[in-house]
């Protein structure tokens, strides 16, 4: 039996509240999933399910990842909304990155090479640094989704991205739990 795991940047518990209010601006959007504010992050790769004995290996290639994207801590600022696939069907409402999605992008790059020659899954899609904020179950509170995206374009804040983590996923009565299974930091000047 594998263990579910994705590497990831996580939002520190300072923007919680920023993310938990951006969120609140879409309530009243039935249809709409939310993800637990707590657990914000940016997902750099999703690696699936893997089995335990792969990840050594995946610790060396993430380690490597980190020592060889040529990124140093960074401040990134998580602000602006967007959709997954598109404002005609959504199934994801985001949260985006302006300052550091060049540094996240770098990261995602040289994770991506090094998984995949691991044999782990190419990414299907490119890569938009983003925050999950809800899925979208059914198009009931659509209209009132595209609106809102119109009207808003909210700053949650700034913060430093000193580190990625490899982070393990379990379903649990509320949704998904997220732990961290180890860090990698990112190498200084």
């Not at 302006?98 to 996240?104: L, N, Y």
Request: no cysteine.
């Amino acid at each position: 039996m594998g263990i579910r795991l994705f590497v990831s940047i996580d939002l520190p518990e300072a923007l919680v509240d920023a993310v938990a209010a951006v969120q609140e601006e879409f309530r009243d959007a039935s249809g709409l999933s939310f993800t637990d504010p707590g657990q914000a992050h940016v997902t750099v790769k999703f690696l699936g399910d893997t089995p335990r004995a792969r990840v050594g290996p995946l610790r060396e290639a993430l380690e490597a990842a980190v020592a060889t994207a040529d990124v140093t801590p960074f401040d990134a600022t998580y602000a602006g909304l967007g959709v997954f696939p598109s404002m005609d069907y959504i199934s994801v409402v985001w949260l985006g990155v302006t300052d550091g999605a060049a540094e996240m992008t770098r990261l995602h790059e040289t994770v991506e090479d090094r998984t995949t020659a691991l044999g782990f899954d190419a990414a299907d899609h490119d890569f938009t640094p983003h925050v999950t904020l809800a899925r979208m179950e059914h198009a009931g509170g659509k209209a009132l989704v595209q609106d809102l995206l119109g009207e808003l374009d909210p700053t949650v804040g700034t913060a430093r991205v000193e580190e990625l983590r490899l982070t393990e996923s379990e379903h649990g009565p509320d949704g998904p739990e997220y732990s961290t299974v180890e860090r990698f930091p990112l190498p200084s000047d």
